[in-house]
């Protein structure tokens, strides 16, 4: 088949005052080869955790639970050994937390050189050639690969660092969006060079962002996390023109407007996820919420056309009348 990535019931819990923060708790998809997942939700939702987790990059003293199976392996083993470990494992991280930072005392050249011949045997000669041939791919010409960092731009030196982690050509890349004012790129360049990773590398890639505008020009499909949990996958195309999960329909606004691109906002606050509500996490928040939406987690409901959808709504059927009234609050 052409799964790269199969992920099932992950769960990315850290120790907090009061007990487990679980910041990721039972989250399940599957990437393919040369797939974008976009994965949305308001901050503190748990994507970066998830992004994080996949890569082994949690920090001391959390703890993962579930499956990450890739190349067949089970990473959430493997992470236990350590980071190194994964890193051999053909995984990389664009954009925020680069594997490797730029040394300012080191030419491009030899952070390719380095990079890449630390993690295989390939001579000088063709580390370059791999190098030469992603940096052009990227933006970057030839005549700059001497160069030191500091003799870049700002949006260059972000260039350079996602060329570093695609020259070790990773199958599966997490893309974590920069949201903070530091960052160089804006949501066009963005846009652009995920369209010449995709066209050149075509890695599978899970993309953490909070820019609708973004995942409709280059995801296929979209994950909407709450509090933990994905609530509602599917292709772009189909999430966007018919959201099934209020908390989607909520995210996207009645009809996404041309002109924003920023996700809405939502009355309330997401969750504490050392202390999440019980039933759907959802439930404080939701305009139809029912009696039984605080007592049980929903199951998930699977569409023909690959949706998954997790709210008690769509198994009206199976709900007594009791379970199926208006939440009292
Ligand atoms: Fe709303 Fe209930 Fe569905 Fe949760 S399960 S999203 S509270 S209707
Ligand atoms: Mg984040």
Redesign the pocket.
């Known amino acids: 088949t052409g799964t790269v990535l199969d992920v099932s019931d992950l769960r990315v819990w850290y120790a907090g005052a009061g007990g487990p923060i679980k910041a990721v708790d039972g989250v399940s998809f599957r990437l393919q080869r040369g797939e974008v997942l976009g994965l949305v939700g308001e901050s503190g939702c748990g994507?970066?955790t998830l992004g994080r987790g996949l890569l082994g990059l949690t920090p001391s003293g959390a703890a993962m639970d579930g499956e990450i199976t890739f190349d067949g392996r089970n990473l959430v083993e493997l992470a236990a050994k350590g980071w190194p470990a994964m890193r051999g494992a053909g995984l990389g991280m664009i954009f925020q937390e680069p594997m490797t930072r730029l040394d300012p005392l080191m030419r491009i050249s030899d952070h390719f050189r380095e990079a890449i011949r630390s993690h295989e045997k390939v001579s000088r000669a063709e580390a370059d050639r791999r190098a030469l041939e992603t940096l052009r791919s990227l933006g970057i010409p030839p005549s700059r690969y001497k160069n030191y960092p500091h003799e870049f731009s700002g949006g260059m030196r972000q260039r350079i660092m996602i060329a570093l982690a695609l020259a070790l050509q990773p199958a599966f890349v997490v893309a974590?969006e920069p949201?903070t004012a530091l960052d160089v790129l804006v949501e066009a360049q963005i846009i652009k060079i995920l369209s010449q990773i995709r066209t050149t590398f075509s890695p599978a890639m899970l993309l953490?962002t909070h820019n609708l505008g973004i995942v409709g020009q280059a995801c296929d499909r979209v994950a909407v996390m709450y509090a933990g949990r994905i609530v509602e996958q599917g292709t772009v195309a189909e999430v966007f023109a018919n959201p099934q999960h209020p908390y989607t329909q909520e995210l996207l606004g009645a009809t996404i407007s041309l002109t924003t691109t920023e996700l809405r906002t939502i009355p309330g606050a997401p969750p504490d996820l050392g202390n999440p509500p019980p039933g759907c996490r959802f439930h404080p928040r939701c305009p139809h919420a029912m009696a039984v939406c605080a007592e049980r987690l929903p199951a998930t409901t699977d569409f023909a056309d690959g949706r998954e959808v997790e709210c008690h709504l769509l198994q009206l059927d199976s709900l007594t009348s009791d379970e199926r009234s208006p939440l009292t609050r």
């Open positions: 994507k970066s974590d949201t953490i």
